[in-house]
């Protein structure tokens, strides 16, 4: 009964936990280069929550100094993983294009396919 | 003699020389007269100006420079005392004589790659004189390595299959040893002692403990690959595929007497030989090189390649060295520095024979040689002289070094060695003086060789000639030697 | 001159990053090879100006935009990245005279200008990582440095270098993700990102949110050590240095991983060490544990190598178990030890890497089997070769000793006899798979493969030569390697808890 009430409290980093290794899972377990790049994403995206997560206050704006507002959200992790979404988007662009020229290159993306043509020349 | 250098000037030009003559030779490359020229005018100088060393030494003069001190602890620095002095001496006129040998050999044999054996024979020498004169270890374990790095090419010269192996052989097993055991030595010494600095008398507190001081002196014997002490000999033996002049001068004197002068050293002027003593730790020492002598003996009994059995012979004969130092007594000490300079020049000569064996008639078996000795009458005379010095006999010079040490081990009551030198004495005779029988009083017989060769090229004979007459007047004048080895013990 | 020497720690980013751009913009691979040659050149001067006047005055606190630290950036140089800057910018400006033959050769003209556009921006990140005092700065310096090397690696000379590129970006990212996971907790637990402010506040924090702690330690050890290849994750590193452009292993191999290492060193021995006891907690022990795995079980792999290239990359993970078990022994001579092999192993690996790229130009091939003899066709090559072979064995005289030395001494003055032979028995297989490489290159006939090769042009030779000199200079002179190694050493081990 208590750890479920653990489990309920933190709810939002057991969905960060589940999706990093969720993410993890698939990079590991999916010979096919794009799904690997699926489960990297998502396990990229899981690392944005849980930076975003505590920043967020219940009922709280953006740090705008007006009386109207006592309550503030924390911006820096915002920003901070504006930049990361900008590197994430980077990383998935470039291991895209590299999926596109090795699918040039060997005529496949699954990864044991293209062990087995290296292995053949 | 009057001294032409100051001594530290002569000490770096004895170190400089050998280098710059490698540097110069490859410039030579095709014109063999000049290149020749150029290595005996090195080998000449060295020689020169390593004895003008000897005066000052022997009125009390100890030369040194500090080149640089790396990190705390880790400094390039030369001094000469006198066991040095007897090495580098050994080394440098050797190296004249069988640099006259080496030209006979290299073009009677129509070696290949001339030069790049010349530039590494310089190179070797001037490592050896480096260790010779290093002032600490880790001065002497740097040229230690370099000395092991320029015989590489020197072993596998032939480059066919079997020397490569060789080589394999003799890489694993000197930079194997001396990474593996030595350097961890050096370092724990360092640690121990607080410096490296050879000092008369030890560096190593005695208040280490009996365990500790065995457990460093076993590291450093055994580190020491080149004294070949058993079971780190195969290295030897493997080596002999190099050509015979560097089997004669690196493998029966200037890599092997590295050995057993770098042994010599640490147990004299690292441990101490009253530490040694005090500790009682020596005991093993003597069984391990007592068994090295009469093991290596009796496979010398059983070689019949001749470069093989002397070979097996310097590593029994190394161990009298090493055997020297574990009776602990001063006088052996002094037998074994002896020992250094007496086995150089009969086992030189004995290689020099066997060298000429193969160029003048292309032999190489013992089973071979019956009857040589009535058409190379020189070089089986020399080879007979230098027989004698291994066994002992005299007027040779190896009867001195043997009877020092034995003095020690009677002195001593170390019966062990005394009875390791009785028995090694009658096996070295076993192994040597069949060859001179079959030389000269068995007919040959008709096997298709070549029956009609006579001696070797004159620079062949001119060399052995004067290494078997050094073996002979050694025993008459040893004053040399003697007073430099008398130095090293103190008394 | 004033204003340009107070803005050094911005300028030795900003240089290389619009040098990118320009060589970008340029299109053609002449000019973009100037611009990188000029950024790499000046770099250095940057670096020992700063180098200088931290050994003069202490440390830089450089404000980014003149934001005062905690709430902006700081760039903050000390004697260790000074090092390290210094280091990485001299083997960019060393070797990179290499690269206009050897890229001309490798890749095709249209990528040429986009090789050093991406090796620039690989510099920047490199530098930046160094430079920065900000645990999240670092992070995005290194996903830039990260993605132009993937971009370097794919760019190889086979299809198989596309595959290592897309294996070592799968790893690098997750490793990067580990990474900035490790802040984000550290920043859950203090509030802040700059590293001198997070160690300030994580001593206070530590009493209530150990584990949470302990999990970011874990986190930002693992993640960095993905991308310094610690042995067990070290898997992406053979293929991408033996398919990359050969030019591009040699910059690697001797930057991105010690990069990667100092990234280590600042947050244990700066931030963690700083702040908690690390002595009680078993990171050193399993780093110990890993590095020794490290020095043999990669050496025995490189033994049975077939690929010259390949040899190398294991040698690699095998000589980054050198440094890491200097650091793992928190010492001062171990901890000198492991930073002095970081200098000592770069200059090795770039001398070594080199000569596998001169060998390529001329012999298009680094399989062990076709390079017999080719030492008598290549001799400045293959002995420059050698000289950085007997650096990597340790033999004394090279600058390879003076490391092993440090690190055995670090390993008695932890009474771990054990560890000293292990540390000199590792030299043996260094020597077994050096030895079977000097073998086949000097003593066997010339093959056919190697018939027409001879030594390359001079703008090759002389970077590699230089590098193969400096393993022998600095095996004799360590006042710039071991000098200020062990200074650096100090004052981490004086701050430690």
Same mark, same amino acid.
């Given at each position: 009964?208590?750890?479920?009430?653990?489990?309920?409290?933190?709810?939002?980093?057991?969905?960060?936990?589940?999706?990093?290794?969720?993410?993890?899972?698939?990079?590991?377990?999916?010979?096919?280069?794009?799904?690997?790049?699926?489960?990297?994403?998502?396990?990229?995206?899981?690392?944005?929550?849980?930076?975003?997560?505590?920043?967020?206050?219940?009922?709280?704006?953006?740090?705008?100094?007006?009386?109207?507002?006592?309550?503030?959200?924390?911006?820096?992790?915002?920003?901070?993983?504006?930049?990361?979404?900008?590197?994430?988007?980077?990383?998935?662009?470039?291991?895209?294009?590299?999926?596109?020229?090795?699918?040039?290159?060997?005529?496949?993306?699954?990864?044991?396919?293209?062990?087995?043509?290296?292995?053949?020349? | 003699?009057?001294?032409?250098?100051?001594?530290?000037?002569?000490?770096?030009?004895?170190?400089?020389?050998?280098?710059?003559?490698?540097?110069?030779?490859?410039?030579?490359?095709?014109?063999?007269?000049?290149?020749?020229?150029?290595?005996?005018?090195?080998?000449?100088?060295?020689?020169?100006?390593?004895?003008?060393?000897?005066?000052?030494?022997?009125?009390?003069?100890?030369?040194?420079?500090?080149?640089?001190?790396?990190?705390?602890?880790?400094?390039?620095?030369?001094?000469?005392?006198?066991?040095?002095?007897?090495?580098?001496?050994?080394?440098?006129?050797?190296?004249?004589?069988?640099?006259?040998?080496?030209?006979?050999?290299?073009?009677?044999?129509?070696?290949?790659?001339?030069?790049?054996?010349?530039?590494?024979?310089?190179?070797?020498?001037?490592?050896?004189?480096?260790?010779?004169?290093?002032?600490?270890?880790?001065?002497?374990?740097?040229?230690?390595?370099?000395?092991?790095?320029?015989?590489?090419?020197?072993?596998?010269?032939?480059?066919?299959?079997?020397?490569?192996?060789?080589?394999?052989?003799?890489?694993?097993?000197?930079?194997?040893?001396?990474?593996?055991?030595?350097?961890?030595?050096?370092?724990?010494?360092?640690?121990?002692?607080?410096?490296?600095?050879?000092?008369?008398?030890?560096?190593?507190?005695?208040?280490?403990?009996?365990?500790?001081?065995?457990?460093?002196?076993?590291?450093?014997?055994?580190?020491?690959?080149?004294?070949?002490?058993?079971?780190?000999?195969?290295?030897?033996?493997?080596?002999?595929?190099?050509?015979?002049?560097?089997?004669?001068?690196?493998?029966?004197?200037?890599?092997?007497?590295?050995?057993?002068?770098?042994?010599?050293?640490?147990?004299?002027?690292?441990?101490?030989?009253?530490?040694?003593?005090?500790?009682?730790?020596?005991?093993?020492?003597?069984?391990?090189?007592?068994?090295?002598?009469?093991?290596?003996?009796?496979?010398?009994?059983?070689?019949?390649?001749?470069?093989?059995?002397?070979?097996?012979?310097?590593?029994?004969?190394?161990?009298?060295?090493?055997?020297?130092?574990?009776?602990?007594?001063?006088?052996?000490?002094?037998?074994?520095?002896?020992?250094?300079?007496?086995?150089?020049?009969?086992?030189?000569?004995?290689?020099?024979?066997?060298?000429?064996?193969?160029?003048?008639?292309?032999?190489?078996?013992?089973?071979?040689?019956?009857?040589?000795?009535?058409?190379?009458?020189?070089?089986?005379?020399?080879?007979?002289?230098?027989?004698?010095?291994?066994?002992?006999?005299?007027?040779?010079?190896?009867?001195?070094?043997?009877?020092?040490?034995?003095?020690?081990?009677?002195?001593?009551?170390?019966?062990?060695?005394?009875?390791?030198?009785?028995?090694?004495?009658?096996?070295?005779?076993?192994?040597?003086?069949?060859?001179?029988?079959?030389?000269?009083?068995?007919?040959?017989?008709?096997?298709?060789?070549?029956?009609?060769?006579?001696?070797?090229?004159?620079?062949?004979?001119?060399?052995?000639?004067?290494?078997?007459?050094?073996?002979?007047?050694?025993?008459?004048?040893?004053?040399?030697?003697?007073?430099?080895?008398?130095?090293?013990?103190?008394? | 001159?004033?204003?340009?020497?107070?803005?050094?720690?911005?300028?030795?980013?900003?240089?290389?990053?619009?040098?990118?751009?320009?060589?970008?913009?340029?299109?053609?691979?002449?000019?973009?090879?100037?611009?990188?040659?000029?950024?790499?050149?000046?770099?250095?001067?940057?670096?020992?100006?700063?180098?200088?006047?931290?050994?003069?005055?202490?440390?830089?606190?450089?404000?980014?935009?003149?934001?005062?630290?905690?709430?902006?950036?700081?760039?903050?140089?000390?004697?260790?990245?000074?090092?390290?800057?210094?280091?990485?910018?001299?083997?960019?400006?060393?070797?990179?005279?290499?690269?206009?033959?050897?890229?001309?050769?490798?890749?095709?003209?249209?990528?040429?200008?986009?090789?050093?556009?991406?090796?620039?921006?690989?510099?920047?990140?490199?530098?930046?990582?160094?430079?920065?005092?900000?645990?999240?700065?670092?992070?995005?310096?290194?996903?830039?440095?990260?993605?132009?090397?993937?971009?370097?690696?794919?760019?190889?000379?086979?299809?198989? /270098?596309? +595959?290592?590129?897309?294996?070592?970006?799968?790893?690098? $990212? *997750?490793? @990067?993700?580990?990474?900035? &996971?490790? !802040? =984000?907790?550290?920043?859950?637990?203090?509030?802040?990102?700059?590293?001198?402010?997070?160690? /300030?506040? +994580?001593?206070?924090?530590?009493?209530?949110?150990?584990? $949470? *702690?302990? @999990?970011?330690?874990?986190? &930002?050890? !693992? =993640?960095?050590?993905?991308?310094?290849?610690?042995?067990?994750?070290?898997?992406?590193?053979?293929?991408?240095?033996?398919?990359?452009?050969?030019?591009?292993?040699?910059?690697?191999? @001797?930057?991105?991983?010690? &990069?990667?290492?100092?990234?280590?060193?600042?947050?244990?021995?700066?931030?963690?060490?700083?702040?908690?006891?690390?002595?009680?907690?078993?990171?050193?022990?399993?780093?110990?544990?890993?590095?020794? @795995?490290?020095?043999?079980?990669?050496?025995?792999?490189?033994?049975?190598?077939?690929?010259?290239?390949?040899?190398?990359?294991?040698?690699?993970?095998?000589?980054?178990?050198?440094?890491?078990?200097?650091?793992?022994?928190?010492?001062?001579?171990?901890?000198?030890?492991?930073?002095?092999?970081?200098?000592?192993?770069?200059?090795?690996?770039?001398?070594?890497?080199?000569?596998?790229?001169?060998?390529?130009?001329?012999?298009?091939?680094?399989?062990?089997?076709?390079?017999?003899?080719?030492?008598?066709?290549?001799?400045?090559?293959?002995?420059?070769?050698?000289?950085?072979?007997?650096?990597?064995?340790?033999?004394?005289?090279?600058?390879?000793?003076?490391?092993?030395?440090?690190?055995?001494?670090?390993?008695?003055?932890?009474?771990?006899?054990?560890?000293?032979?292990?540390?000199?028995?590792?030299?043996?297989?260094?020597?077994?798979?050096?030895?079977?490489?000097?073998?086949?290159?000097?003593?066997?006939?010339?093959?056919?493969?190697?018939?027409?090769?001879?030594?390359?042009?001079?703008?090759?030779?002389?970077?590699?030569?230089?590098?193969?000199?400096?393993?022998?200079?600095?095996?004799?002179?360590?006042?710039?390697?071991?000098?200020?190694?062990?200074?650096?050493?100090?004052?981490?081990?004086?701050?430690?808890?």
């Amino acid at each position: 009964m208590q750890t479920l009430g653990i489990i309920l409290d933190h709810y939002s980093y057991v969905i960060t936990i589940f999706l990093m290794m969720s993410g993890l899972y698939i990079v590991a377990a999916r010979g096919n280069m794009v799904k690997k790049l699926v489960g990297l994403s998502i396990f990229q995206t899981s690392v944005y929550l849980l930076y975003i997560e505590p920043a967020k206050i219940l009922g709280g704006t953006a740090p705008i100094l007006d009386p109207a507002f006592s309550v503030y959200s924390n911006p820096l992790p915002h920003v901070l993983i504006l930049t990361a979404i900008v590197v994430g988007v980077a990383t998935l662009a470039l291991g895209l294009a590299l999926a596109v020229r090795i699918n040039e290159a060997y005529g496949t993306i699954e990864e044991d396919e293209i062990f087995e043509r290296d292995r053949e020349t | 003699m009057t001294a032409v250098l100051s001594p530290e000037s002569a000490l770096a030009l004895a170190l400089l020389t050998p280098f710059v003559g490698a540097s110069v030779l490859p410039l030579f490359h095709d014109r063999p007269n000049l290149r020749e020229a150029v290595t005996l005018v090195t080998a000449a100088s060295l020689c020169f100006i390593v004895l003008q060393l000897l005066g000052p030494l022997q009125h009390g003069a100890r030369p040194e420079i500090d080149i640089i001190e790396i990190v705390p602890g880790l400094a390039v620095a030369f001094k000469v005392e006198p066991l040095g002095m007897l090495f580098g001496l050994v080394a440098s006129s050797l190296w004249f004589v069988n640099s006259i040998y080496s030209i006979g050999y290299m073009r009677g044999n129509d070696e290949p790659r001339q030069t790049t054996f010349y530039v590494c024979f310089a190179v070797a020498i001037g490592s050896a004189i480096g260790i010779a004169f290093a002032k600490n270890l880790f001065t002497l374990f740097l040229f230690y390595e370099a000395l092991t790095l320029s015989t590489y090419p020197l072993v596998t010269h032939k480059r066919n299959e079997e020397a490569i192996r060789a080589g394999r052989t003799y890489l694993i097993f000197l930079l194997g040893t001396s990474l593996l055991l030595l350097l961890p030595a050096i370092i724990a010494t360092w640690v121990f002692a607080g410096t490296l600095d050879f000092k008369p008398g030890g560096i190593l507190p005695a208040s280490l403990g009996a365990a500790t001081i065995a457990a460093l002196l076993a590291l450093y014997v055994f580190g020491i690959g080149k004294a070949a002490v058993m079971p780190l000999h195969f290295w030897l033996p493997a080596a002999m595929v190099a050509p015979t002049p560097v089997s004669a001068l690196l493998h029966a004197v200037a890599v092997v007497k590295a050995g057993v002068f770098s042994i010599l050293k640490v147990a004299v002027l690292v441990f101490g030989i009253d530490t040694l003593s005090s500790t009682g730790q020596a005991t093993w020492l003597t069984v391990v090189a007592g068994v090295t002598i009469i093991l290596a003996s009796v496979i010398a009994l059983r070689q019949d390649n001749l470069k093989r059995r002397l070979a097996y012979s310097t590593i029994s004969q190394l161990s009298y060295i090493v055997l020297g130092v574990a009776v602990l007594a001063p006088i052996s000490v002094t037998g074994a520095a002896m020992h250094i300079a007496a086995h150089a020049f009969s086992k030189i000569t004995l290689f020099f024979a066997a060298g000429s064996i193969y160029t003048a008639a292309h032999l190489t078996q013992v089973s071979q040689l019956d009857g040589i000795g009535r058409r190379m009458p020189w070089t089986m005379g020399a080879f007979t002289i230098g027989a004698l010095g291994m066994i002992g006999v005299p007027p040779t010079a190896g009867f001195l070094g043997k009877w020092f040490i034995l003095g020690g081990a009677m002195q001593t009551a170390n019966w062990l060695a005394v009875a390791v030198i009785f028995v090694s004495t009658l096996l070295n005779a076993g192994y040597f003086l069949p060859i001179v029988y079959r030389a000269f009083f068995c007919d040959s017989v008709d096997d298709g060789h070549d029956k009609h060769s006579g001696e070797a090229p004159w620079p062949i004979v001119v060399a052995l000639t004067v290494t078997a007459a050094g073996t002979v007047l050694m025993f008459f004048l040893p004053d040399v030697p003697f007073s430099l080895a008398k130095l090293i013990s103190g008394r | 001159m004033n204003a340009v020497w107070a803005h050094l720690p911005i300028l030795i980013v900003l240089v290389p990053l619009f040098g990118a751009l320009l060589a970008g913009f340029a299109r053609r691979a002449d000019p973009a090879f100037a611009i990188a040659l000029v950024v790499s050149w000046v770099i250095p001067f940057c670096a020992g100006a700063m180098l200088w006047q931290v050994l003069a005055s202490g440390p830089i606190s450089y404000h980014l935009g003149s934001w005062a630290p905690p709430w902006g950036i700081e760039y903050r140089v000390d004697a260790l990245n000074a090092f390290v800057l210094m280091l990485v910018s001299m083997i960019g400006a060393v070797t990179m005279p290499f690269a206009r033959r050897s890229v001309g050769f490798e890749i095709e003209e249209g990528q040429r200008p986009w090789f050093y556009c991406m090796y620039l921006l690989c510099l920047t990140g490199l530098l930046g990582i160094a430079v920065t005092g900000d645990a999240f700065n670092a992070f995005v310096f290194l996903e830039i440095s990260s993605l132009s090397t993937y971009v370097l690696i794919a760019l190889g000379r086979d299809r198989r /270098a596309l +595959l290592a590129a897309f294996q070592y970006l799968i790893m690098g $990212t *997750i490793g @990067a993700t580990f990474y900035v &996971v490790g !802040v =984000g907790l550290l920043y859950l637990m203090t509030g802040s990102l700059n590293m001198v402010d997070i160690a /300030a506040r +994580l001593g206070p924090a530590w009493a209530d949110n150990s584990r $949470t *702690i302990i @999990a970011a330690l874990a986190f &930002v050890t !693992v =993640g960095v050590s993905l991308k310094l290849a610690l042995f067990p994750l070290h898997v992406w590193l053979p293929n991408a240095y033996s398919y990359a452009p050969s030019w591009a292993t040699a910059f690697l191999s @001797a930057t991105a991983t010690k &990069v990667a290492i100092y990234l280590l060193v600042r947050f244990l021995f700066s931030i963690f060490g700083v702040a908690i006891d690390l002595r009680a907690l078993p990171v050193a022990a399993i780093i110990i544990g890993l590095s020794l @795995a490290a020095m043999y079980i990669a050496s025995l792999i490189a033994v049975f190598q077939s690929s010259l290239s390949r040899m190398l990359a294991y040698s690699s993970v095998a000589q980054i178990g050198y440094i890491t078990l200097g650091i793992g022994f928190v010492n001062l001579a171990g901890l000198t030890g492991g930073l002095v092999h970081i200098v000592n192993h770069a200059l090795m690996k770039a001398a070594l890497f080199l000569a596998v790229g001169a060998v390529f130009f001329r012999a298009r091939t680094v399989q062990l089997d076709d390079l017999a003899g080719i030492g008598r066709k290549m001799p400045i090559t293959m002995t420059a070769f050698t000289v950085a072979c007997f650096g990597l064995i340790g033999t004394p005289g090279t600058s390879g000793f003076i490391s092993k030395w440090y690190l055995a001494l670090g390993a008695i003055e932890r009474g771990w006899w054990l560890v000293v032979f292990l540390i000199v028995g590792s030299s043996l297989i260094a020597l077994i798979y050096v030895g079977r490489v000097l073998e086949i290159a000097w003593l066997r006939e010339p093959s056919a493969a190697v018939a027409e090769a001879r030594d390359p042009p001079l703008s090759m030779l002389a970077p590699l030569v230089l590098l193969a000199a400096a393993t022998i200079y600095f095996g004799f002179d360590t006042e710039w390697t071991a000098g200020i190694a062990s200074t650096t050493a100090k004052g981490l081990l004086g701050g430690l808890r």
